[in-house]
């Protein structure tokens, strides 16, 4: 203590400022006053720390315990999805079409050649970003960075379980780009190039 | 040595206490947001900033209250109370900080006032659940932009200690607004019970530090020697003094400080001019006592700073007879020189 002492004493007397005769003046008149307000600060120091020592852990658990837990759903209620349209063939599969996205895409048809396909994604881990959109668009682009024109929304993407949707018209015959967007963060998540073998099952 | 007016005045042992200060703020934050990018890896940036600028101006917070205790209850605590006053602001700073992006990032993208908005948005004060609890950040904030602000010596001397002293106590309030707005905000939706056992442990420290030492100095309190008549009252004894160091006894309605220097004994208030430091817990260094909390000095005879410092604390007249050590109970004018009582061999 001996040395925190001196080493403060040293030093502390250099950061003081200058004052002027009338402050001076001004403080030795307070210093007599100033003797009979300490008692009272500690008094009162003690009071608020004896009231918050009961007071704030009281507020502190009753505010816990108003807690709610929100419920929580991994999946969508079925009665809030459409049933999933299953065709029988595989046209298509890949596990990696979507980059840094592990989303199993799969094309369905029922017959060759085929009138009417069905798109099945299928989240294999949870989705972070809210409210995701699932567009369709003519235009070829690997890495979209934006909604392109002339998209079309096919529905939304959430949870794990299989989204499927109906591509019909140009969607069957032309190439196309898959794009899922974050309509919360106005922002596209992934695009993938959706080319649609005719011939039959491409893995 | 100067008089001279700055606005910090810098030292060796104020760079150093800054230096690890800052040191310490910014660990704490890369770590937060590395461990909150390892943990949340979709988390977005600007709610892992709010996220680590508010746990970190709780934790200073915490810091900044234990110290005084800590103090009060161990001596060697003293070097952490030397530049506390940057560690508020620095708080104060990261608090500002965390309210300015949760504001920009709740508040600011709707058609109201951002600000308007802070305190409009809720309004459900009959509820603990849905209690708008920005508001008693908002409070906490105001209280600490009032503290950070007076957080100077030209505050100190112009308000006169007693009244900063009292306006800086705010800091009570302060912290359990910020307690309750952890709690009815940030825990209201949290699932872990991780940070929930933290608060409460932090608080069970804060408060249970704070007792601990009240209850110290509420005992010293009670120890009063009392005389209505202005006589000479029996103090202590002067084997009861270390050398160069004080006994303190309360006298008057307040502490007395009578220390053993040298073969003499010399009694002063017990309060420093500058914080209200405890002078009784200093030492006698080169012939000066030396307050523990900044170091401020007064000669022990004349209770006065010496040139070209002016603080000038009441001194008390002191005698002693068969080893026991009397003193006036009321004391003289800040600055009366009292010759300091011989002690006798054999007393």
Known sequence: M?????TLAQTEHSSRRKQSASSRRARALRAADTKNMIRPLRQRHRLIISTLAVLLPLAFVLGLSARKTSPTMRETPPALRPEPFSLPRVLFEKEDLWSGMKITTRVCA???PATRLVLELQPQEDLHSPDILVYWSPQISGSAHELLKEAHLLGTLA???????????????AEGTLILYSLGHQTVLASALLKIPQGGQQQ | MSVGYRAVGW?????????????????YLAVFISAGLIWHPNITAETLLIRALGTGALVLLHLILIIGPLCRLDARFLPLLYN??????????????????AVFQFHALGNLNPFLSVLTSSTNYASLTNFPFEILGVLALVILFLMAATSHDFWLVNLTAPVWKALHMMVYGAYALIIMHVTLGFLQAETSPILTILIGAGMVVVLGLQLLAANKERKLDQRVVTDSKNNFVAACSVDDIPENCAQIVTLAGERVAVFKYDGRISAVSNVCQHQNGPLGEGMIINGCITCPWHGYQYLPENGSSPPPFTEKIPTFDVKVENGRVFVRSCPNPPGTFVEPARIVCGQ
């Open chain 2, 84 to 101: 506390r006053r940057h560690m508020g602001v620095t708080m104060f700073v990261l608090a500002l900080a965390h309210g300015a992006f």
């Open chain 1, 2 to 6: 001996a040395n925190v002492g001196k």
């Open chain 2, 11 to 27: 030292n060796r042992q104020k760079k150093i206490y800054d230096a690890i200060l800052l040191a310490g703020v910014l660990l």
């Open chain 1, 159 to 173: 949870g794990r379980q299989k989204h499927s949707w109906l591509l019909s018209g140009t969607m069957v015959q």
């Open chain 1, 110 to 112: 029922e017959a060759l």
